[in-house]
T-cell receptor, first 116, second 111 residues
Protein backbone atom coordinates (compact mmCIF):
# COMPACT_ATOMS: atom_id res chain seq x y z
CA UNK A 1 0.00 0.00 0.00
CA UNK A 2 1.62 3.22 -1.17
CA UNK A 3 -0.86 5.65 0.42
CA UNK A 4 -2.27 6.66 -2.96
CA UNK A 5 -5.71 5.25 -3.74
CA UNK A 6 -7.34 5.30 -7.14
CA UNK A 7 -10.94 4.48 -8.02
CA UNK A 8 -12.35 2.78 -9.90
CA UNK A 9 -9.78 0.07 -10.67
CA UNK A 10 -11.46 -0.72 -13.97
CA UNK A 11 -13.74 1.39 -16.17
CA UNK A 12 -15.44 0.63 -19.45
CA UNK A 13 -17.11 3.52 -21.20
CA UNK A 14 -18.59 4.42 -24.54
CA UNK A 15 -17.31 7.33 -26.60
CA UNK A 16 -20.29 9.49 -25.65
CA UNK A 17 -20.11 8.83 -21.91
CA UNK A 18 -18.86 11.15 -19.22
CA UNK A 19 -16.96 9.61 -16.33
CA UNK A 20 -14.44 10.65 -13.70
CA UNK A 21 -11.38 9.03 -12.23
CA UNK A 22 -10.56 9.73 -8.61
CA UNK A 23 -7.25 9.79 -6.77
CA UNK A 24 -6.71 10.33 -3.07
CA UNK A 25 -3.46 10.46 -1.14
CA UNK A 26 -3.07 10.18 2.62
CA UNK A 27 0.60 11.11 2.72
CA UNK A 28 0.37 14.84 3.29
CA UNK A 29 1.97 15.51 -0.07
CA UNK A 30 1.66 18.79 -1.92
CA UNK A 31 2.12 17.67 -5.52
CA UNK A 32 -0.07 15.30 -7.52
CA UNK A 33 0.27 13.93 -11.06
CA UNK A 34 -1.67 12.11 -13.76
CA UNK A 35 0.21 9.69 -16.03
CA UNK A 36 -1.02 7.61 -18.95
CA UNK A 37 0.43 4.15 -19.45
CA UNK A 38 -0.24 2.54 -22.84
CA UNK A 39 1.08 -0.77 -24.06
CA UNK A 40 4.46 -0.56 -25.82
CA UNK A 41 4.81 3.16 -25.11
CA UNK A 42 6.72 5.14 -22.48
CA UNK A 43 4.84 6.44 -19.49
CA UNK A 44 3.33 9.78 -20.47
CA UNK A 45 3.01 12.66 -18.03
CA UNK A 46 -0.36 14.38 -18.46
CA UNK A 47 -0.84 16.90 -15.67
CA UNK A 48 0.97 18.19 -12.59
CA UNK A 49 -0.58 20.01 -9.65
CA UNK A 50 1.47 21.70 -6.99
CA UNK A 51 -0.40 23.10 -3.96
CA UNK A 52 -3.68 22.69 -5.90
CA UNK A 53 -2.42 24.78 -8.81
CA UNK A 54 -1.87 23.20 -12.21
CA UNK A 55 1.78 23.63 -13.13
CA UNK A 56 2.01 21.28 -16.10
CA UNK A 57 -0.30 20.35 -18.95
CA UNK A 58 1.60 18.15 -21.34
CA UNK A 59 -0.46 19.03 -24.44
CA UNK A 60 -3.31 16.83 -23.30
CA UNK A 61 -6.53 16.93 -25.40
CA UNK A 62 -9.38 18.88 -23.83
CA UNK A 63 -11.50 15.73 -23.57
CA UNK A 64 -9.39 15.10 -20.44
CA UNK A 65 -10.17 17.66 -17.74
CA UNK A 66 -8.30 17.53 -14.41
CA UNK A 67 -9.53 18.94 -11.14
CA UNK A 68 -7.64 19.33 -7.87
CA UNK A 69 -9.95 20.65 -5.14
CA UNK A 70 -7.33 20.21 -2.42
CA UNK A 71 -3.87 18.76 -1.99
CA UNK A 72 -5.24 15.32 -1.11
CA UNK A 73 -7.62 14.78 -4.03
CA UNK A 74 -7.19 14.74 -7.77
CA UNK A 75 -9.81 13.97 -10.40
CA UNK A 76 -9.65 13.33 -14.10
CA UNK A 77 -12.93 14.06 -15.86
CA UNK A 78 -13.44 12.21 -19.13
CA UNK A 79 -15.84 13.03 -21.96
CA UNK A 80 -16.17 12.02 -25.59
CA UNK A 81 -13.11 9.82 -25.43
CA UNK A 82 -11.69 7.84 -28.33
CA UNK A 83 -10.76 4.15 -28.42
CA UNK A 84 -7.07 5.13 -28.52
CA UNK A 85 -7.52 6.67 -25.07
CA UNK A 86 -7.83 3.17 -23.64
CA UNK A 87 -4.92 2.79 -21.21
CA UNK A 88 -3.93 2.53 -17.57
CA UNK A 89 -4.21 5.93 -15.91
CA UNK A 90 -1.88 6.34 -12.98
CA UNK A 91 -2.04 8.95 -10.27
CA UNK A 92 1.07 9.84 -8.27
CA UNK A 93 2.03 12.21 -5.50
CA UNK A 94 5.18 13.64 -3.93
CA UNK A 95 5.98 15.93 -1.03
CA UNK A 96 7.08 18.70 -3.34
CA UNK A 97 7.15 19.05 -7.10
CA UNK A 98 9.40 16.17 -8.07
CA UNK A 99 10.68 18.06 -11.08
CA UNK A 100 12.44 20.49 -8.78
CA UNK A 101 13.80 18.00 -6.25
CA UNK A 102 15.22 14.54 -5.99
CA UNK A 103 12.14 13.18 -4.28
CA UNK A 104 10.43 10.04 -5.39
CA UNK A 105 6.92 9.61 -6.71
CA UNK A 106 4.33 7.49 -4.93
CA UNK A 107 1.98 5.86 -7.41
CA UNK A 108 -1.52 4.50 -7.08
CA UNK A 109 -2.47 1.18 -8.67
CA UNK A 110 -4.17 2.89 -11.57
CA UNK A 111 -7.50 2.82 -13.36
CA UNK A 112 -7.62 0.51 -16.37
CA UNK A 113 -9.80 2.37 -18.86
CA UNK A 114 -11.39 0.80 -21.91
CA UNK A 115 -13.18 3.03 -24.40
CA UNK A 116 -15.55 1.20 -26.71
CA UNK B 1 15.04 16.99 -25.01
CA UNK B 2 15.90 14.37 -22.43
CA UNK B 3 15.41 10.75 -23.39
CA UNK B 4 16.09 7.27 -22.08
CA UNK B 5 16.68 3.99 -23.86
CA UNK B 6 16.02 0.75 -22.07
CA UNK B 7 16.76 -2.79 -23.09
CA UNK B 8 13.84 -4.18 -25.05
CA UNK B 9 12.02 -6.97 -23.32
CA UNK B 10 10.59 -9.26 -22.48
CA UNK B 11 13.35 -10.88 -20.46
CA UNK B 12 12.78 -14.41 -19.21
CA UNK B 13 15.15 -15.96 -16.68
CA UNK B 14 15.27 -18.96 -14.42
CA UNK B 15 15.36 -18.47 -10.66
CA UNK B 16 18.87 -17.63 -9.33
CA UNK B 17 20.04 -16.37 -12.72
CA UNK B 18 21.98 -13.11 -13.09
CA UNK B 19 20.01 -10.12 -14.32
CA UNK B 20 21.14 -7.08 -16.28
CA UNK B 21 18.75 -4.52 -17.74
CA UNK B 22 20.57 -1.87 -19.72
CA UNK B 23 19.63 1.79 -19.54
CA UNK B 24 21.25 4.74 -21.27
CA UNK B 25 20.06 8.31 -21.24
CA UNK B 26 20.61 11.63 -22.90
CA UNK B 27 20.28 14.80 -20.87
CA UNK B 28 21.91 18.16 -20.57
CA UNK B 29 23.83 18.35 -17.35
CA UNK B 30 23.72 15.68 -14.70
CA UNK B 31 20.29 14.44 -13.71
CA UNK B 32 19.53 12.09 -10.88
CA UNK B 33 18.84 8.56 -12.07
CA UNK B 34 16.05 6.28 -10.90
CA UNK B 35 14.80 2.74 -11.38
CA UNK B 36 11.11 2.18 -10.73
CA UNK B 37 9.41 -1.23 -10.61
CA UNK B 38 5.79 -2.12 -11.39
CA UNK B 39 4.51 -5.40 -10.01
CA UNK B 40 1.45 -6.98 -11.66
CA UNK B 41 -1.72 -5.02 -10.98
CA UNK B 42 0.06 -2.22 -9.17
CA UNK B 43 1.44 1.23 -9.82
CA UNK B 44 5.12 2.05 -10.07
CA UNK B 45 7.29 2.25 -6.99
CA UNK B 46 10.82 3.49 -6.56
CA UNK B 47 13.37 0.67 -6.53
CA UNK B 48 16.59 2.63 -6.23
CA UNK B 49 18.24 5.90 -7.20
CA UNK B 50 21.60 7.61 -7.58
CA UNK B 51 22.06 11.35 -7.49
CA UNK B 52 25.61 11.88 -8.76
CA UNK B 53 28.32 10.29 -10.84
CA UNK B 54 29.77 7.01 -9.51
CA UNK B 55 26.99 6.70 -6.92
CA UNK B 56 25.59 3.20 -6.56
CA UNK B 57 21.94 2.78 -5.73
CA UNK B 58 20.87 -0.49 -4.16
CA UNK B 59 17.72 -2.10 -2.79
CA UNK B 60 16.33 -5.64 -2.45
CA UNK B 61 19.51 -7.08 -3.97
CA UNK B 62 19.32 -4.84 -7.03
CA UNK B 63 22.13 -2.42 -7.84
CA UNK B 64 22.80 0.28 -10.42
CA UNK B 65 25.80 2.59 -10.77
CA UNK B 66 25.63 6.10 -12.19
CA UNK B 67 28.15 6.09 -15.05
CA UNK B 68 28.62 9.63 -16.31
CA UNK B 69 31.18 8.70 -18.96
CA UNK B 70 28.83 6.23 -20.65
CA UNK B 71 25.57 7.97 -19.60
CA UNK B 72 24.31 4.66 -18.32
CA UNK B 73 22.51 3.31 -15.28
CA UNK B 74 22.27 -0.45 -15.82
CA UNK B 75 20.23 -2.48 -13.33
CA UNK B 76 21.76 -5.71 -12.00
CA UNK B 77 20.87 -8.46 -9.59
CA UNK B 78 23.04 -11.45 -8.87
CA UNK B 79 20.28 -13.99 -8.24
CA UNK B 80 16.71 -13.27 -9.28
CA UNK B 81 13.63 -14.74 -7.61
CA UNK B 82 10.17 -15.48 -8.96
CA UNK B 83 8.90 -12.53 -6.90
CA UNK B 84 11.09 -10.18 -8.97
CA UNK B 85 8.82 -10.71 -11.97
CA UNK B 86 7.66 -7.21 -12.86
CA UNK B 87 8.17 -4.34 -15.29
CA UNK B 88 11.26 -2.21 -14.64
CA UNK B 89 11.50 1.44 -15.67
CA UNK B 90 14.63 3.55 -15.92
CA UNK B 91 14.11 7.29 -15.43
CA UNK B 92 16.51 10.23 -15.37
CA UNK B 93 15.11 13.21 -13.53
CA UNK B 94 14.98 15.20 -10.34
CA UNK B 95 16.46 18.64 -9.58
CA UNK B 96 14.92 20.63 -12.43
CA UNK B 97 14.76 17.69 -14.76
CA UNK B 98 11.42 16.22 -15.65
CA UNK B 99 11.21 12.55 -14.90
CA UNK B 100 11.48 10.81 -18.27
CA UNK B 101 10.45 7.18 -18.06
CA UNK B 102 11.65 4.51 -20.46
CA UNK B 103 9.23 2.08 -22.11
CA UNK B 104 9.82 -0.46 -19.37
CA UNK B 105 11.32 -3.92 -19.48
CA UNK B 106 9.14 -6.89 -18.57
CA UNK B 107 11.01 -9.46 -16.51
CA UNK B 108 9.59 -12.94 -15.98
CA UNK B 109 11.40 -15.28 -13.61
CA UNK B 110 10.49 -18.95 -13.81
CA UNK B 111 10.93 -21.39 -10.91
Amino acid sequence: ETGVTQTPRHLVMGMTNKKSLKCEQHLGHNAMYWYKQSAKKPLELMFVYNFKEQTENNSVPSRFSPECPNSSHLFLHLHTLQPEDSALYLCASSQENVFATNEKLFFGSGTQLSVL
Amino acid sequence: GDSVTQMEGPVTLSEEAFLTINCTYTATGYPSLFWYVQYPGEGLQLLLKATKADDKGSNKGFEATYRKETTSFHLEKGSVQVSDSAVYFCAPGGSNYKLTFGKGTLLTVNP
